[in-house]
């Protein structure tokens, strides 16, 4: 997450040690010629070996290099970006719903391969608890990684295989991050505390409440260009049940995340307010009737109450950035029948939208019939598409913010992504003018961190309906150390397995049936 200073970024320490000494450092050159910071900290088994630095960086809007030594090894060098308090641009990418199985996150490459981003804005569902029964598309070898979220160890375990997908990983590595919970992050089968710990540990969130791992709404800022918002709509108010003070009426926020969000509304000198949101807010009816039930619609007076704290900002351009529904969707927010804000929600990453949740045949047709009856209903909306995947850019200067989605393939590997959406809003306006297909102007590009280094790589495509995905690829990366070795063959050696700690495997011969493992130490 970006501050002016300080910057966090985050890792993950291969080991069944208890305890492992970690050294950290930080440069202005991917080279490490001019290192700036460096320090000392421990992985331990309480919180899975995961390590999250803190650090005080002395400039900025500038890009740093990280990277962490343990074992006797140097891990792959990350980037990282601190925010910019007088810059007049300002370029997010926003991504949600990345199901591991449902297909390629081919999203999260396109985003890494963009050198000209500030911040990734993750609006929740990072990982999720349970495979789709229509979305079968990328299943692992090992059961346990398409399992049931059911307690602590498994999130964890989940987190792990996550960071097994190589597009993943680089978008980690090379942009910093932003991110809230969605509902498949922490309403599983384990304790809701189990998830928020897992959740804690494995993301590059900094806890604004450091006593309370339950508050995660938090603000950032970058000079009088933007404010972020980051809030809570799953956890904080909503499943306390809370009401709005003075009233039956139920709060998506809770009274204390509310009165938070109105100080920060209230308090802002930016020329952009933007919140970051888990679910849909604009209204969506179809013959009166919300189609989306499980989101701001069930909740109108507290939507009510947001509108009316928007409608008061009355220099900036408000955005509402969504996430949760597999759709995409650009729409203005009204109160009293004035816009307040712009809603823009960039579809999935992954996870099965119209067509993978109806079929193609009843998510073509009934797009058909049913669109043009939603559009004449809710003549806010602005776009509507409900079967393609991808990310959207937010573009901020001070003239105007562009809103961008990009639609990317996920059923094979590829990064042929397709501009699909294009909108503007004048700044210090509220509507939203669609404009044509052509993207926004990048900003300064900067170098990106180097590729992983390998010492093999056997490559092939992996995947199609019921595949299977990074599992079976074969690669050693320089620094792999290896674990445990398998022999296979009961009266005679019939094939080997070699498992390195991060994950990387080879293999020689038939390895199925008896076999002996032999773990190093």
Request: include cysteine; aromatic fraction near 10%.
């Amino acid at each position: 997450m970006p501050q002016s200073s300080p910057t966090v970024w985050h890792t993950h320490i291969g080991t069944e040690e208890p305890r492992e000494d970690v050294v950290w450092q930080v440069a202005f050159d991917p080279d490490f010629e001019v290192v700036i910071a460096e320090g000392n900290t421990f992985a331990s088994a309480w919180n899975d070996h995961t390590v999250k630095i803190d650090a005080l960086l002395p400039s900025s809007g500038t890009t740093y290099y990280y990277r962490f030594y343990a074992k006797g090894v140097w891990s792959m060098v990350g980037r990282t970006k601190t925010a910019a308090q007088n810059d007049d641009h300002l370029r997010l990418a926003l991504v949600s719903c990345s199901s591991i199985w449902s297909g390629y996150m081919n999203a999260y490459q396109c985003i890494a391969e963009r050198d000209d981003l500030d911040l990734l804005i993750h609006c929740g569902d990072y990982i999720y608890d349970l495979v789709d029964k229509n979305e079968l598309r990328n299943m692992p070898h090992d059961p346990l990684d398409s399992e049931t979220l059911h307690d602590l160890t498994s999130h964890r375990r989940r987190f792990r295989y996550y960071r097994k997908d190589p597009f993943l990983r680089r978008a980690h590595q090379q942009h910093p991050w932003a991110i809230v919970w969605d509902n498949h992050d922490i309403w599983t089968l384990a304790t809701r505390s189990e998830a928020i710990q897992a959740f804690h540990e494995w993301t590059p969130i900094r806890a604004p409440n450091p006593v309370d791992p339950n508050v995660i709404y938090r603000s950032l800022d970058f000079g009088s260009l933007a404010r972020i918002m980051l809030l809570d709509t799953r956890h904080i108010g909503r499943d306390a049940n809370a009401k709005i003070e003075g009233s039956d009426e139920p709060s998506m926020l809770g009274e204390e995340q509310f009165r938070w969000l109105s100080q920060r509304l209230e308090s802002s000198g930016a020329d952009y307010n933007i919140l970051v949101n888990q679910v849909l807010m604009a209204r969506l009816d179809l013959l009166k009737i919300p189609l989306i039930k499980k989101s701001w619609a069930s909740y109108d007076a507290e939507r009510q109450r947001v509108s009316s704290l928007l409608q008061k900002t009355n220099h900036a351009s408000n955005l509402v950035l969504t996430g949760d529904l597999h759709i995409s969707f650009a729409a203005d927010l009204e109160w009293e029948q004035k816009p307040v804000a712009v809603e823009f929600l960039p579809t999935s990453v992954t996870r099965g939208n119209l067509d993978e949740s109806l079929g193609s045949f009843l998510a073509k047709w009934g797009s058909k019939l049913a669109l043009p009856l939603i559009k004449k209903e809710n003549p806010h909306i602005r776009y509507f598409e409900g079967t393609r995947h991808g990310y959207g850019l937010v573009n901020l200067s001070r003239r105007k913010a562009t809103l961008e989605l990009w639609h990317v393939p996920h059923e094979e590997q590829s990064t042929a992504e397709v501009l699909a959406f294009v909108g503007t809003i004048a700044q210090g306006t509220q509507g939203l003018e669609i404009v044509p297909l052509e993207p926004s102007a990048s900003g300064a590009l900067v170098q990106p961190a180097p590729n992983e280094p390998r010492l093999y790589d056997k490559g092939e495509e992996f995947g199609g309906l019921k595949g299977d995905y990074f599992d079976s690829e074969e690669r050693l990366n320089l620094k792999s150390r290896l674990s445990t070795v398998y022999l296979y063959g009961l009266t005679k050696l019939k094939g080997m397995e070699w498992i390195y700690e991060d994950g990387s495997r080879l293999s020689a011969g038939s390895i199925s049936g008896w076999s002996q493992s032999y773990t190093l130490q």
